[in-house]
Every structure is written in C-alpha cells, then in structure tokens.
C-alpha cells in the first residue's frame, strides 16, 4: 500500500485535562510515540490538533510535540452556534466544573470565530508555518 497513511488526533498535552473532555481515549503521549513509530517505518502521518479550546489547548506546544513526527498537521479550534446544543452544555459543564475562572474568558470566543484569539492565533500559526515551513492546515 504505497499511498498509505496514518492520522491520529491530539487536543491536550496535559492528560488529566484530555480526561475530561475525552473520557476513555488514549494518552497523548502514546498517540505521538505510536507516529513516531510509524513515520519511522516509512509510512506518512497526520496529525488532527482538535479541539482548540482557547486558554486550555497548549496549542504550540503540541504542534513541537507532533512536528517530528507528522507530514501534516490540521488545526481546528472548537466553536459553537447555538447555547442550548448538547454539545455547548457537555462542554459549559466541563469548563463550569473544572476551569470556572476561565469559562467567562472563553465563551464568547467560542461564539465566534471573527475574536480577536482566533485572529491572533491564526497569525501565529501562519508565521510558525512560515519560518518552519510546516506543513500546517489551519481551521479556525
């Protein structure tokens, strides 16, 4: 199979943290030696770094984590549209419980994607991309 290749996802570096959003997933740590091991054996890798959750994702550091060991990496940061979504109240409880200080920091970033921490990250990730030259598909 010579157009092969493999992704794994990865949205927290901090692992009691990854516990919360992502109950009974895999620690990150053993997501990137499992790249490590299949870029070593010749087969091309992706990375999804998703979801960007402003103040909590470290997302730069992930990215120097993954860069050794990931042709690609697709950025995508967490956004909502509607407060009375499932989804927003699962993760407005998480936040509520466990970062309260943070949750009016990032609701309203999570409401739109035109704030200004998108913007600003954004550029930060296009001028990483630029002086790395890394191959960084950014969604946010």
């Not at 620690?27 to 909590?56: D, F, M």
């Not at 120097?64 to 042709?71: I, K, N, R, T, W």
């Not at 407005?92 to 990032?106: A, G, Q, V």
């Not at 739109?112 to 960084?136: D, F």
Request: charged content about 25%; some cysteine; aromatic content about 8%.
């Amino acid at each position: 199979m010579n157009d092969a290749a493999v992704s794994v996802s990865v949205a927290f570096k901090n692992n009691k943290t990854r516990k919360l959003f992502e109950a009974n997933t895999i620690e990150t740590e053993k997501r990137i030696t499992a790249l490590q091991q299949l870029k070593e054996a010749g087969v091309r890798t992706g990375t999804l770094l998703c979801p960007i959750i402003p103040y909590i994702t470290e997302t730069l550091q992930l990215i120097d984590m993954l860069e050794p060991y990931a042709d690609v990496i697709w950025i995508y940061g967490l956004g909502f549209n509607d407060r009375s979504a499932e989804n927003w109240l699962n993760v407005e409880k998480i936040l509520n419980c466990h970062f309260s200080t943070l949750l009016e920091k990032i609701e309203p970033i999570l409401f739109s994607k035109e704030h200004r921490y998108w913007v600003e990250l954004g550029q930060s990730l296009e001028t990483l991309r630029t002086e790395r030259k890394l191959n960084l598909s950014i969604h946010i």
